[in-house]
T-cell receptor
Framework: SQKIEQNSEALNIQEGKTATLTCNYT??????LQWYRQDPGRGPVFLLL?????KEKRKERLKVTFDTTLKQSLFHITASQPADSATYLC????????????FGKGTKLSVKP | DVKVTQSSRYLVKRTGEKVFLECVQD?????MFWYRQDPGLGLRLIYF???????EKGDIPEGYSVSREKKERFSLILESASTNQTSMYLC???????????FGPGTRLLVL
């Protein structure tokens, strides 16, 4: 069965640095992969989606890459700020176009001033 | 803006009680989902629905049931609450042909 893993439970970085979060999956490559942000006590909020035929996607200070050979997506936050501190979840679709999302367990990012 | 609302942010119930968690979305989404989220286990899918009156079991349906009588409303029911159902419950919705999933704020349920 498809599995999705976020290797780091927590990541601590200094303000202004680039945060890089990793998401790996097993088995087949999904049609797309998504990243969500979750603040404590809140529901996840969609950030970015990258399709299997896209190598890279950007949105403001966020960048996502998708390597179907490595079965990996990297999520970067450049010029990180304390307000970026949150848990970041990756998710992929399984079961076809009308399927469901499977989520990684998340990486808790802490950006220190 | 898409809005997914959940009836309660916090709920405290006794073991054996019947518990109703309500979820309403205002964007005419076909698909609705119930998850629970626990530390170290991540988000796990309990039930989902692709249409009114339709429901499908997710990965952990035991001890739960759902109801979708109207398109905008998806209810999660704990027939007889147990302490191991203490968790954060998250509702989500999306259209059938859209990838983005929208989550509600969550209900933190404590079963004593």
């Amino acid at each position: 069965s498809q599995k999705i893993e976020q290797n780091s439970e927590a990541l601590n970085i200094q303000e202004g640095k680039t945060a890089t979060l990793t998401c790996n999956y097993t088995n087949y490559s999904p049609a797309y992969l998504q990243w969500y942000r979750q603040d404590p006590g809140r529901g996840p909020v969609f950030l970015l989606l990258i399709r299997e035929n896209e190598k890279e996607k950007r949105k403001e200070r966020l960048k996502v890459t998708f390597d179907t050979t490595l079965k990996q997506s990297l999520f970067h936050i450049t010029a990180s700020q304390p307000a970026d501190s949150a848990t970041y979840l990756c998710a992929l679709l399984y079961g076809g176009s009308q399927g469901n999302l499977i989520f990684g367990k998340g990486t808790k990012l802490s950006v220190k001033p | 803006d898409v809005k997914v609302t959940q009836s309660s942010r916090y709920l405290v119930k006794r073991t054996g009680e019947k518990v109703f968690l309500e979820c309403v979305q205002d964007m005419d989404h076909e698909n609705m989902f119930w998850y629970r989220q626990d530390p170290g286990l991540g988000l796990r899918l309990i039930y989902f629905s692709y249409d009114v009156k339709m429901k499908e079991k997710g990965d952990i349906p035991e001890g739960y049931s759902v109801s979708r009588e109207k398109k905008e409303r998806f209810s999660l029911i704990l027939e007889s609450a147990s302490t191991n159902q203490t968790s954060m419950y998250l509702c989500a919705s999306r259209t059938a042909n859209q990838e983005t999933q929208y989550f509600g704020p969550g209900t933190r349920l404590l079963v004593l």
